[in-house]
């Protein structure tokens, strides 16, 4: 038996799942099941202790790409396989995102955003594609689909992971080392890291500060990558010139926090990519077919690796 979890689609879910899988009892929360035969779960931010009623789990299906979460429970046995989803609509979405942040950087529009405010009437230099450097940090099926594109429009993209990778078109580096030279010839840092013990502050004071000056950050994959008040000093000396954050170490961003009037930053409220529920579907019904037959699955995770 499947189990679903997913209070917000939870309807368009089990829909899509029993058309998908017409061999399976797909049942859904809060309906009474035999907690037996449940022996997979597809769901996203279950509450606590969620899976402990079920003694046969075998495999979780996340609804997203990010799995911090799941690793950091307590009730989820080690044999329990956990697959994420790879894409699923999420790339063109980040890709968009990044996009967004890219093209608000290279066309001056933050500042003729403040030139607006202070009624100055006052044209900027032209910046071209070709003269602005981009990084993406993380070249998984996200990162690497963001970079190709990105490529593909003109931009001179390198792409930094902690694994070798080869992308056509992409300069390709990996190591903290590289990344410390990689990071003094940005012009504009895209990431799509995982939350993961290796990622966790990897953008602190000292990294940021070899970022040019007026270089901009996009960030999103994981608030915990950033340490925040290194970024909010940088802003406020002016070493950077412009931040779009969709990710934060704390969720949602206290009302308080000085990111939220600071002139330099865009914040939105971690919604780069949205999981696009029948693309999630077909996914997650092609790696049960692949479990089943023995042939690899997209997305399994490596809980020693975070992802």
Not at 82 to 99: K, P, S
Not at 240 to 268: G, K, M
Request: some cysteine; overall charge negative; aromatic content about 8%.
């Amino acid at each position: 038996m499947l189990y679903l979890y997913s209070p917000e689609q939870q309807d368009h879910y089990h829909r899509l799942l029993q058309e998908a899988l017409p061999d399976w009892s797909v049942a859904s929360w809060p309906q009474e099941v035999n907690t037996e035969a449940v022996t997979h779960v597809v769901t996203w931010k279950p509450p606590v202790n969620f899976f402990s009623r079920f003694p046969n789990l075998q495999v979780i299906f996340t609804l997203g790409a990010g799995v911090d979460k799941f690793l950091q429970r307590d009730d989820i046995p080690d044999h329990v396989t956990i697959i994420r989803l790879t894409d699923a609509g999420m790339a063109q979405q980040m890709t968009e995102y990044a996009l967004y942040g890219l093209l608000h950087y290279q066309r001056q529009m933050d500042i003729y955003r403040r030139q607006q405010q202070a009624g100055i009437w006052q044209p900027q230099p032209t910046r071209l594609a070709r003269n602005t450097r981009v990084t993406v940090l993380g070249l998984g099926q996200l990162g690497m689909q963001v970079a190709q594109n990105l490529a593909q429009l003109g931009y001179p993209v390198s792409g930094w992971s902690r694994q070798p990778r080869t992308i056509d078109n992409v300069r390709c580096v990996h190591g903290c080392a590289a990344l410390d030279d990689l990071l003094k010839e940005t012009d504009v840092l895209f990431s799509v890291l995982p939350s993961t013990t290796e990622t966790q502050h990897l953008l602190n004071a000292q990294r940021l500060a070899l970022l040019p000056k007026d270089a901009a950050l996009i960030n999103a994959g994981r608030g915990t990558l950033i340490d925040q008040d290194a970024l909010l000093d940088l802003l406020n000396q002016q070493h950077l010139r412009f931040v779009l954050l969709d990710v934060f170490a704390e969720e949602p961003l206290p009302a308080t926090h000085s990111f939220w009037q600071h002139p330099s930053v865009l914040i939105t409220p971690h919604v780069a990519a949205d999981t696009i529920p029948e693309e999630a579907v077909a996914q997650i019904a092609a790696n049960m077919q692949a479990l089943a037959s023995g042939h690899p699955v997209q997305g399994m995770v490596d809980r020693h690796r975070g992802y």
